[in-house]
C-alpha cells in the first residue's frame, strides 16, 4: 500500500509539475518496494536503513551524473528510520551535487497529514469543496495510523480494484495514543489483522479529498524547488 501511494503520488506531482512546467520532461522511476521501521504482520517486508540508503544513493546517483536537474522522492511510509535515511540521504546528494538538486518531498509522509493542526486544515478543506467530513470521520482521523481510514480511502481513490471489497467489515482497531506505534502494533490491537484505526469508514470521495488537499499544499513548495538555482550554493548566495 505504500509503495502504491508514493508512486501514484510521484505520478501526479510529474502530472501537474509538467503542466506548470511544460518545458520541463519528467521521468518517473521505478518504485522500491521495501522499507525500514514497518509492522510486523503477515506480508510485510522489511529491509535495514542502511539498504534503503545504498539502493537511493546508487539509483539517484545515477541519474545526478547523467545530467539530471531534478530528484524528487516520494514515501508513504512513516517508519521512523525510513524516513530517516531517505531525508539524510537526499541531503547528501543533493550537497554533493554540482548541478542537481534533490529533495525528499517530505508532505508524502502519511503522519504529517494526520497532526491535530492537519486534520483542522483539511476539514475546513473539505468543508470549502462542499464535502465536510462526518463526526465518524473526524473522529476517525485523530486515532488513525495504519491501514486505516486515510490509507484505505487514498486507495480506493487511486485504484478501487486494489482494495479488497472486505475491507468494508473490517472491525476498528484503535490505539489509545497514535503517537506510540511500535513494530508489533498492527498485530497486538484489535485482531491482529494489521490495520490501526478504521479502515471501514473509507470512500473514494474522501480519497479524492485527501488527493487534492494534499498537492495544494504540496505543489507551491516543490515548483519553488523546480524553479531554484541548480546548485545548492547559489542558492543559498
Not at 77 to 82: A, F, K, Q
Not at 105 to 120: D, F, G, K, M, V
Not at 149 to 172: G, I, K, Q
Amino acid at each position: 500500500t505504500d509503495a502504491l501511494i508514493a508512486a501514484e503520488c510521484a505520478r501526479e506531482f510529474a502530472r501537474r509539475a509538467r503542466h506548470a512546467r511544460p518545458s520541463w520532461h519528467f521521468v518517473q522511476l521505478p518504485t522500491l518496494f521495501a522499507g525500514s521501521s514497518t509492522q510486523v504482520y503477515l506480508g510485510s517486508v522489511e529491509v535495514p536503513a542502511e539498504i534503503i540508503r545504498k539502493h537511493v544513493a546508487a539509483v539517484c546517483g545515477h541519474f545526478v551524473k547523467h545530467g539530471y536537474r531534478r530528484v524528487a522522492l516520494f514515501s508513504a511510509h512513516g517508519g521512523p528510520s525510513h524516513v530517516k535515511a531517505l531525508r539524510e540521504e537526499a541531503s547528501v546528494l543533493d550537497g554533493e551535487s554540482k548541478s542537481c538538486r534533490v529533495k525528499f518531498a517530505n508532505h508524502a509522509e502519511i503522519p504529517n497529514w494526520l497532526a491535530p493542526s492537519t486534520i483542522h486544515e483539511f476539514a475546513a478543506f473539505q468543508k470549502a469543496r462542499g464535502t465536510p467530513l462526518s463526526e465518524d470521520e473526524l473522529r476517525a482521523l485523530r486515532t488513525d495510523s495504519h491501514a486505516g481510514l486515510v490509507e484505505t480511502a487514498l486507495m480506493l481513490a487511486v485504484n478501487p480494484s486494489w482494495v479488497r471489497p472486505l475491507f468494508s467489515d473490517l472491525a476498528p482497531a484503535f490505539l489509545e495514543d497514535p503517537t506510540q506505534v511500535g513494530p508489533l502494533t498492527g498485530a497486538t490491537v484489535g485482531k491482529g489483522l494489521g490495520h490501526i484505526g478504521t479502515p471501514h469508514l473509507a470512500h473514494a470521495q474522501l480519497g479524492h479529498g485527501l488527493w487534492e488537499f494534499f498537492f495544494e499544499r504540496l505543489m507551491p513548495e516543490m515548483l519553488v524547488w523546480l524553479d531554484a538555482p541548480a546548485t545548492p550554493n547559489a542558492a543559498k548566495e
